[in-house]
């Protein structure tokens, strides 16, 4: 393809003010970036064989499973754990105790006395205790409707309603993968510098490809007991279609806003794809077709995405006519990717985002590097040297944003983010009308900065941050922050984290975006499901499918 | 019992806020008792808990203050200074586990913990998490 040549210096970034508003990122959409999909690079590229390993399971499917593979020298596998569940504990909430089934990814290849071990804590989730062999734990509940839906079809010899299998897309969702040291977990760093597991959540990514193909086991499974020899097992197409669901709320929000270094990370790297597609002169012929191909399966998946969501219904129906309406983009054009991303200007922030994914879809090996820069390994560093002037100067650069927020006013402050007692959920409060903003998070990122300006009115120009921080320590937090945005533009998220209007679930779908996610499902402000891995090649298709499944669309199967 | 760091780091980090301390210096010195006590040696949380809020606040500033003049050459005697500075300096974190929290440290860490969770209402359970208790469908 054509290079950009010597343009890096050229590069024009959105500008953060535009990137890091609630609206834009809550109409992100994932993209060849994205963890799910360099994950299953690297499976691809280490041409990674996944083997069942145990598969001891009841007619009804519950029982134990393993799976292991090798990943850049490390074996690596899968501890399924299924279990009966009584309807009346099935929740998606952080304050649930009992799930459909419950995983760890273990480090290397478990014996039946770490089975054994695990058979006690995982099912038990937050209750149990884990060592540093176990580098990620999961948990998932089934989707009802459909996996007894597939399970019935498929011992009745017939493959399931393919419009049932789009419009639901799974046949579990996880409701929590907890890495990073949780409840005795491995840190990350015991394997951050593995070859594969290196990215962001890319052990998360990869436990989650895991369990989407243990649902597909199970279902089969239980179909088989269910039907005998009348049974069949799923159409790889239809099987493809099936994703691993996922529940999300409000814990999502605080870790970005947690991470400042690690989410600029993920958004320069994003921001500077748009910006180095942005600067491709001319298209090769092949890339043309390849980028018409996306865009009509990009209006087919959002014809496909149906949620019950009335605000999220609207702003579909809105990107469908846009798509409906849009002419054809001169691909011959100078510049053709400027042009069409300076085309979705006009019309929604959906479409724009859309428009932005798509145009990065082809071009793999110009972007795909860019994966390399999206962790945050390095320990956080502080320079209490910094005087109160510069202090000043970086708030007056970066954080102009928080200026337009009115934080005088009752609504300006009206929600406050806290943790309940219950099993630790979190949780979003109305400070007016409820009690605990005295454990109040720190999530209001403009306040800090107003009251951080408002003290350093009493301390000289050349008076160090050591000094202001040893008389206000609750200024240390904004403080740090602020130093580490001033490196990093797409640090902070540039709203009002706790004004009343906020919807958190904007901050949801960036994150899972991030991730890979499609079909994002509201069912609140605060609370979303989404598909993950859907079209994504299943275990045995590493090495034919190749890396297009960007916005899957529903497979089109031949009836009986 | 061990612990991975990054638990002790978060859970100290929790029990200092919950002890009134605020969020920039417990993340210091919650990350600062994960590193002390990384290895067979040495109980961090103990060590940390055992100074309140305002020694804690004197001692980061009387290590940042010597950072300051001298950012390679200052030395410290004690082991809560020293790993201050280290974590200060931005050395990168040790990699074994905590394996000498006492139990007594950590049942106090957990307690103090506790004090930054809101109590649980029924108006919190059903509104505060934007989602339903039961998902059958």
Same mark, same amino acid.
């Given at each position: ?85 009584d ?50 734990i ?16 498929l ?10 299998v ?24 015991v ?20 369990i ?6 199970l ?27 996922n529940?999300?709320g ?54 496909? !995405?149906? #949620?019950?969501? +009335?605000?999220?219904?609207? =702003? /579909?129906?809105?990107?469908?006519? %846009?798509?409906? *309406?849009?002419? @054809? ?7 053709p ?79 406050? !983010?806290? #943790?309940?007692? +219950?099993?630790?959920?979190? =949780? /979003?409060?109305?400070?007016?009308? %409820?009690?605990? *903003?005295?454990? @109040? ?30 008389r ?34 904007d ?44 916005l ?9 | ?50 100074h ?62 506790q ?8 108006a ?14």
């Amino acid at each position: 393809m054509s290079a950009i040549t010597s343009s890096d210096s050229r590069l024009e970034l959105r500008s953060p003010d535009t990137v890091m508003r609630l609206e834009r990122l809550g109409s992100a959409f994932p993209t060849r970036l994205s963890f799910g999909r360099s994950m299953i690079r690297h499976l691809m590229a280490d041409n990674v064989e996944v083997r069942r390993t145990r598969w001891t399971m009841d007619a009804n499917g519950f029982g134990r499973a393993t799976y292991t593979l090798e990943l850049g020298g490390f074996t690596y596998s899968l501890i399924a754990f299924s279990n009966a569940l009584d309807e009346a504990n099935r929740s998606d909430r952080v304050i649930a105790e009992a799930w459909d089934a419950s995983f760890a990814l273990f480090d290397g290849v478990p014996e039946e006395a770490d089975l054994d071990r695990l058979e006690a804590n995982l099912p038990r989730q937050e209750a149990g205790r884990y060592s540093e062999k176990e580098l990620v734990i999961s948990r998932s509940n089934k989707s009802v409707r459909l996996f007894k839906h597939v399970a019935h079809a498929l011992a009745e010899g017939q493959q399931p309603d393919v419009d049932m299998v789009d419009s639901i897309g799974y046949l579990m969702r996880t409701t929590a993968v907890y890495g990073n040291g949780k409840f005795g977990i491995a840190d990350r760093f015991v394997f951050s510098d593995r070859p594969g597991l290196s990215g962001p959540f890319a052990a998360e990514m990869l436990t989650v490809w895991l369990i989407r193909n243990f649902t597909h086991d199970l279902v089969e499974h239980v179909a088989a007991a269910l039907g005998g020899d009348k049974a069949v097992r799923l159409d790889p197409a239809i099987k493809r279609h099936m994703g691993i669901g996922n529940s999300t709320g409000l814990g999502m929000a605080p870790f970005l806003i947690y991470h400042p270094e690690l989410i600029h990370n993920w958004l320069n790297a994003r921001e500077t794809a748009i910006a180095q597609v942005r600067s491709i002169p001319s298209l090769t012929s092949a890339q043309i077709a390849r980028l018409q191909t996306l865009l009509e399966r990009a209006k087919t998946h959002v014809s496909q !995405w149906h #949620v019950p969501d +009335a605000i999220q219904t609207e =702003r /579909l129906d809105v990107l469908r006519a %846009e798509l409906a *309406a849009m002419d @054809e983009p001169d691909w011959h054009a100078d510049y053709p990717l400027q042009q069409l991303i300076d085309w979705s200007l006009s019309q929604s922030v959906e479409c724009q985002e859309l428009v932005a994914a798509l145009c990065l879809e082809p071009f793999d090996s110009l972007l795909d590097s860019l994966t390399d820069t999206m962790a945050f390994n390095a320990p956080k560093t502080f320079d209490a040297a910094q005087t109160v002037a510069q202090i000043r100067a970086q708030v007056a650069a970066h954080y102009r944003w928080c200026e337009g927020f009115d934080l005088g006013k009752q609504e300006s402050q009206q929600r406050f !983010w806290y #943790v309940s007692e +219950a099993k630790l959920e979190p =949780r /979003l409060g109305d400070r007016y009308e %409820e009690d605990g *903003a005295d454990k @109040e998070q720190p999530l209001d990122i403009a306040r800090q900065v107003q009251a951080l300006m408002g003290s350093l009115q009493s301390f000289d120009d050349a008076t160090t941050l050591a000094d202001v921080l040893a008389r206000h320590p609750e200024h240390r937090n904004i403080a740090k922050r602020i130093q580490a945005a001033a490196q990093r533009p797409f640090a902070e998220v540039r709203d009002n984290l706790i004004d009343q209007s906020m919807r958190p679930i904007d901050l949801l779908r960036c994150k899972l975006a991030f991730f890979g996610a499609v079909k994002f499902d509201p069912k609140s402000d605060l609370w979303t499901r989404i598909t993950l891995f859907q079209g994504a090649p299943l275990v045995s298709e590493l090495q034919t499918f190749g890396d297009d499944w960007w916005l899957a669309t529903k497979p089109v199967v031949a009836t009986a | 019992m061990n612990f991975s760091l990054n638990e002790v780091h978060m859970t100290l980090r929790k029990a200092l806020c919950g002890r009134g301390l605020a969020f920039g210096v417990a993340d210091d010195f919650g990350a600062v008792g994960a590193r002390l006590s990384s290895g067979q040696a040495n109980d961090g949380v103990g060590t940390v808990l055992r100074h309140d809020n305002d020694a804690l606040i004197a001692l980061l500033h009387r290590v940042e203050t010597a950072l300051n003049l001298n950012p390679t050459s200052a030395s410290f005697v004690e082991p809560l200074e020293q790993t201050l500075a280290e974590h200060l300096r931005g050395t990168p974190f040790p990699r074994e586990r905590a394996c000498a929290i006492s139990e007594q440290s950590w049942h106090q860490a957990l307690e103090l913990s506790q004090l930054t969770y809101v109590p649980e209402t029924e108006a919190s359970r059903l509104g505060g998490a934007g989602a339903g208790t039961n998902d059958n469908d």
